[in-house]
């Protein structure tokens, strides 16, 4: 079982930057492959970024690749995602999930609130 708690949402300016983390419990943390998903008012959830147990491959949707940037760091139990040059579109609510590696994701976080103004 992993336990996932997202922070560092808010509310910021389009061009600028947040840093979303991930605070995982449960001692498989390390093996699981890990991601970030948002969702939009009125839009179905949609994948952002994921990263393997290693750290050592990151996938990025079109939409912010560039601009995101995922890590994990294995030894605290976290994962993180940088945003940067935020646009309005980017508004969401982003949640944290893990998984096993081919296996999908059936943990997530509750999610945190992300809204750039224009």
């Known amino acids: 079982q992993v336990q996932l708690v997202e922070s560092g949402g808010g509310l910021v300016q389009a061009g600028g930057s947040l840093r979303l983390s991930c605070a995982a419990s449960?001692?498989?943390?390390?093996?699981?492959?890990m991601a970030w998903f948002r969702q939009a008012p009125g839009q179905e959830r949609e994948f952002v970024a994921s990263?393997?147990?290693?750290?050592?491959?990151?996938y990025y949707s079109d939409s912010v690749k560039g601009r995101f940037t995922i890590s994990r760091d294995n030894a605290k139990n976290t994962m993180a995602l940088r945003m940067n040059t935020l646009k309005p579109e980017d508004t969401a609510v982003y949640y944290c999930?893990?998984?096993?590696?081919?296996?999908?994701?059936?943990?997530w976080g509750r999610g945190t609130q992300v809204t750039v103004s224009s």
């Open positions: 990263i393997t147990w290693s750290g050592g491959t990151q």
């Open positions: 449960g001692r498989t943390f390390s093996s699981m492959v």
């Open positions: 999930a893990a998984g096993a590696a081919g296996a999908g994701f059936n943990f």
